[in-house]
DNA sequence: TTACGTATTAACCATCTGGTCAAATTGTAT
DNA sequence: ATACAATTTGACCAGATGGTTAATACGTAA
């Protein structure tokens, strides 16, 4: 509390005054960052876009999105991990994404669209579940994952940002390519 | 330390007489869970197997594996974001996998495989690194990010299981349909 | 100006935490 | 049995940390 009333430029007392203890600091910090984190994602996918727009957008939103905060994916899956009531938090936001804005079941939609593009042959069948989770795990691991990546490729800052770039260029083909018929 | 002793059912200065500090505690145990979450990683992308067989063992291998330690992930990444010296430690360990076993340099036989392959128009052509954080961001992710999936995909510990019992019996056919040419 | 609610602070407190040390216990070679 | 090193412990300490409170500063409507 100390550390942070310092970087506010506040008194201590003063995040007491607002937050009423650190506990309750975190979980507002916490939805802040992942609504952030999932607003445009359950935006994209609710849609009614074509099945490759919708993988390309969320490709392209994901990866400049989460270029300008880096650390949001890790410092996500860290307090999920290691605060369980986060969870249900989490389950709240999302819970209120899927209420407020025009998204209101954009699993269900995905649901079905997925079905329809495999019955016109358009591409292979897919669980709607595993489609999301593939999506998601290849656009934000390699930023949770970047002091990993960067050991085990031997990467120095420029040659992650190299990498980076190149992912940006490649994946949304890799995505489609897997979906192919 | 005290908690930490607690469980191991021994006095706290005991640590101290062992590990010297915490900081080292920590260290000697992020050392032990890395290594064995890239151990057989970097054996089996080493050898000699055709690639398509390598994807399916990675896969195989990452899934039972993880199932039953399922904390790792989680816990190497938070390690990862939140102490920066993880870093160097990683490194580290990486030089020492590389080093000892059979497995000189996974990341260059892994390369030469892939432009080989893609040569014989037996996959398409497919940057080494991004072929690597591809298949590991498929099979860990889920791990590391087990509380997001229940909260966004609505499952109980019940519905997380049959969706990685799922995930192990699509995944690889996912990814090498994204190799097909 | 006065009055009053909001915002902000300094000082303080209880507790927790990492770390130390001297003493005690255990193991073992002679 | 003795000597000696390795192991294990209880007691203690200094500093850090989350949290409280009473007092002060600030804005603003009457």
Not at 26 to 40: D, I
Request: glycine share 4%; net charge positive; proline share 6%.
């Amino acid at each position: 509390m100390q550390e942070i009333a310092e970087e506010a430029g506040v008194n201590k007392a003063l995040l007491h005054y607002y937050f009423r203890n650190k506990s309750r600091l975190g979980e507002a910090v916490f939805r802040r960052v992942a609504t952030g984190m999932f607003a445009r994602l359950t935006a994209i996918l609710g849609g009614d876009a074509d099945i490759e727009i919708k993988v390309t957008q969320v490709v392209e939103t994901y990866l400049s999105q989460l270029s300008k905060v880096p650390y949001v994916p890790g410092y996500v899956l860290s307090e999920l991990n290691q605060h369980p009531e986060r969870s249900h938090q989490l389950l709240d936001i999302v819970r209120t994404l899927r209420s407020n804005p025009d998204t209101p079941d954009f699993l269900g939609a995905l649901s079905k669209q997925l079905t329809r593009a495999a019955r016109e042959g358009r591409i292979r069948p897919i669980a709607p579940d595993q489609f999301l989770v593939n999506l998601v795990s290849l656009c934000v691991f390699p930023f949770a994952a970047r002091p990993m990546i960067c050991a085990v490729l031997q990467l120095d800052d420029r040659g992650y940002e190299r990498f980076m770039k190149q992912r940006a260029a490649t994946l949304t083909q890799f995505f489609l390519d897997a979906l192919r018929p």
